[in-house]
């Protein structure tokens, strides 16, 4: 925190774009996994086997899609944010606001509430705190070091916790396959984990309830009846991977922070390799933890799961917790429960982080014309304690709406409001006819037909197999993944049909803005040209510049790195310099081939792995 330039814009959200391969890999990871997926996915691994590890699996080739596609072009068009790149591309303002408020949206609803919750389940479990006052603590020492830090600060405590995460479960690991006798004992006991109490208000539970899938070990599952159809889990999650890995502003941000290409690159590709992990350190200990805790882990009967952890519909949540409480010995429970707080930390500041970027940048310049430097990072400072008031606030009802499965919780509501928006970016870059009136009607549409199902499930709750919820087949009947094709079809139909019948965006606004036109040497005229204006006042500052600041003033300055020394201004051509090399995307060639053959190795890994499970 101490050496980072937190006081201007760039340095504050962009780390002053000079971080090397390995922090932007492990941050990558890190802001991906947070204590949600040690809670949630080792919880449906325990409810339905393997096929949840597809999930991580399928990043592999996202990530590689990531650095060689989607962040040239992003650098390319010289842009902080993912609305700021939509509003390059399009023009108008109205793209921008909408999609800066959606993100805005479901980082509250799905990554900050989700985390939090399943923080303060390990909270919980471990210390026997209350839930509140738990949560209250850890989001304080969070918002301590974001709001003074800025993304380089977060970005290096993302590879310290990372690493500690890893290990941690690693050790895990080992003391989970100890228990249960190898991988050979896993197959076979797995199947034998039922539950002894499978009755309810005196009546026998349906043994399809309890019973472990017979796929349990297969990651592609029946497209018509499995919980994870294989369609879905290829063409569905691949489109949500896009939106997720490709365009979502937390996990670009740390790309666009890179060197240079070839960092960029490297740095995805470590965070390929880290993806593989998942399956062996959260989704076998979550079926190892139903083997163990068969009766709590698997309960069926409503009235045992309230006993177990406060749950009727089931406590498959609990898994993961429960080892690291049961299976650990003490030293190295502290440890596990540090990385899980950790964990939570890194998810919840790459977020905050994230998320006042997009209100400074994207929401609050459009409300005052023409605010200085400070006021920005003041305003992003003040918009990060809001955010974090209304998490608290969101908690009791991911509590009561925890549905058995958090993970299926978050993937749910994302498949019901990202596919819209990785149609719009995926059509942007590659099919420059695409214009802003296809883009925003595409995006209308499918928030409406996302919502609308979104919010029937939600009224209706998703019940759970014992109590199943009575809502209709056309709405609740299709999986959440086949939705998703369907719904990124229906925008994407929407996008093109609009944009063929209205006035192409002449060539000259599109240099460097989309596949097709990326190595174009011309000079671009800006959609958003006549917004420049918008440029801070230099007038209030010097009124400021004259008398020194006092001591209170500058310790307070100094913690929020707003004390920046001025520098000497810019010349016309430093400040063209530094704009080429902002947008510098050029590669070593020796490099640039070291990165692409590691780039088809991992794809050739994440190929196998699939076939391996499959």
Not at 220 to 229: A, K
Not at 367 to 382: F, T, V
Not at 535 to 548: F, L, R
Request: net charge neutral; charged share 15%; aromatic share 12%.
């Amino acid at each position: 925190m101490y050496s980072t330039n937190r006081g201007t814009v760039g340095g504050f959200f962009l780390a002053g774009r000079n971080m090397v391969w390995w922090p932007i890999g492990a941050s990558l990871f890190a802001s991906n996994i947070g204590s949600g997926h040690f809670v949630g996915i080792a919880g449906t691994a325990a409810a339905g086997g393997i096929a949840i590890g597809g999930y991580e699996w399928n990043a592999l080739i996202f990530v590689v899609v990531l650095g060689w596609l989607f962040v040239p072009i992003y650098i390319k068009a010289g842009v902080v944010t993912m609305p700021e790149y939509l509003r390059k591309r399009f023009g108008g303002k109205r793209i921008q606001v909408y999609l800066s408020v959606l993100s805005l949206i479901v980082y509250i609803f799905t990554k900050i509430s989700a985390d939090i919750f399943s923080g303060a389940i390990f909270i919980q479990l471990a210390i026997g705190l209350n839930l509140y006052l738990a949560i209250i603590i850890l989001l304080a020492i969070t918002a301590l070091y974001t709001i003074t830090g800025g993304l380089a600060a977060v970005i290096y405590t993302d590879t310290l916790q990372t690493f500690i995460m890893v290990v941690g479960s690693f050790i895990l690991m080992g003391f989970a396959f100890k228990e249960v006798g190898g991988y050979d004992a896993l197959m076979q006991k797995y199947m034998q984990a039922i539950p002894s109490n499978v009755s309810y208000n005196g009546t026998q539970i349906n043994p399809d309830c309890y019973k472990p899938r017979s796929d349990a070990f297969h990651i592609f599952r029946d497209p018509v009846n499995g919980d994870l159809p294989w369609p879905g889990l290829i063409f569905g999650l691949s489109i949500l991977a896009l939106w997720y890995w490709c365009t979502d502003q937390v996990i670009v941000q740390r790309c666009l922070s890179g060197k240079n290409m070839s960092h960029v690159k490297a740095g995805c590709i470590m965070c390929g390799y880290l993806k593989l992990l998942p399956m062996f350190i959260i989704v076998m200990p979550g079926m190892i933890s139903r083997i163990l805790y068969t009766d709590v882990v698997a309960c069926v009967s409503p009235d045992v799961c309230k006993e177990a952890c406060g749950t009727a519909v089931g406590c498959t949540n609990i898994a993961y917790p429960k080892m690291v409480v049961e299976l650990m010995p003490n030293g190295l429970r502290g440890l596990m429960l540090s990385v899980m707080l950790a964990s939570l930390m890194s998810s919840l500041t790459s977020i905050f982080n994230s998320a006042s970027t997009l209100f400074t940048m994207d929401i609050y310049t459009k409300i005052r014309k023409r605010p200085s430097e400070k006021e920005l990072m003041l305003a992003g400072r003040a918009f990060m304690l809001l955010l974090i008031g209304i998490s608290i606030a969101w908690v009791p009802v991911v509590q009561s709406a925890q549905s058995g499965q958090l993970f299926d919780y978050i993937q749910s509501v994302t498949s019901y409001l990202g596919p819209p928006i990785a149609a719009v970016f995926l059509l942007g870059i590659f099919c420059k006819r695409v214009n802003e009136q296809g883009a925003f009607w595409g995006l209308m549409l499918g928030l409406l037909v996302g919502l609308s199902r979104m919010i029937a499930e939600f009224a209706y709750g998703t019940g759970s197999c014992v109590t199943p919820s009575n809502c209709p087949f056309i709405i609740c009947g299709i999986h959440y993944l086949y939705f998703a094709i369907i719904l990124f079809g229906v925008s994407a139909i929407a996008i093109l049909a609009v944009s063929f019948m209205t006035k192409p965006i002449p060539d000259v606004h599109l240099y460097r803005l989309c596949w097709s036109l990326r190595n174009s040497k011309e000079e671009r005229i800006d959609l958003d040209a006549d917004d420049k204006e918008d440029i801070p006042d230099e007038k209030d500052d010097e009124s400021e510049a004259g008398e020194e600041p006092g001591c209170l003033k500058k310790a307070y300055n100094w913690f929020c790195g707003l004390d920046q020394q001025k520098g000497p201004k810019l010349s016309k051509e430093e400040e063209e310099a530094l704009k080429e090399k902002l947008t510098d995307t050029s590669e070593v060639p020796l490099w640039r081939n070291v990165v692409n053959i590691n780039g088809i190795i991992l794809l050739t890994v994440a190929v196998f792995c699939h076939a391996f499970f499959a």
